[in-house]
């Protein structure tokens, strides 16, 4: 029902977007965010916009990333800018419902890497 993609392996300062397009029975979109990660580390929150246009990023990512979406097509996007090393990770778009459920879908790979 998630589906990511724009993953990929970029130089760092450079730049990647990422697109989640929901499809099939998702209705009552509470929220919708991007979370990552790494190898060996837990998963944590990069962004998330809620259905009334709240935006939160974690500190980490603030200035370089911007989350947004595009209702008609459902879709949300992360625009990362400044691609650092520690940006490597798998990146999960997640989307709750006003029904509590928590939907995630398959992760894409973000490589930053000289």
């Known amino acids: 029902q998630l589906q990511a993609s724009g993953g990929g392996l970029v130089q760092p300062g450079g730049s990647l977007r990422l697109s989640c397009a929901a499809s099939?029975?998702?209705?009552?979109?509470?929220?919708r965010g991007w979370y990552r990660q790494a190898p060996g580390k837990q998963r944590e929150l990069v962004a998330g916009?809620?259905?009334?246009?709240?935006?939160n990023y974690a500190d980490s990512v603030k200035g370089r990333f911007t989350i947004s979406r595009e209702s008609t097509k459902n879709t949300v996007y992360l625009q990362m800018n400044s691609l650092k090393p520690e940006d490597t990770a798998v990146y999960y778009c997640?989307?709750?419902?006003?029904?509590?459920?928590?939907?995630w879908g398959k992760g894409t790979q973000v490589t930053v890497s000289s």
């Open positions: 997640n989307v709750v419902t006003y029904g509590g459920d928590s939907v």
């Open positions: 916009i809620t259905s009334d246009g709240r935006i």
């Open positions: 099939g029975l998702i209705f009552s979109i509470k929220a």
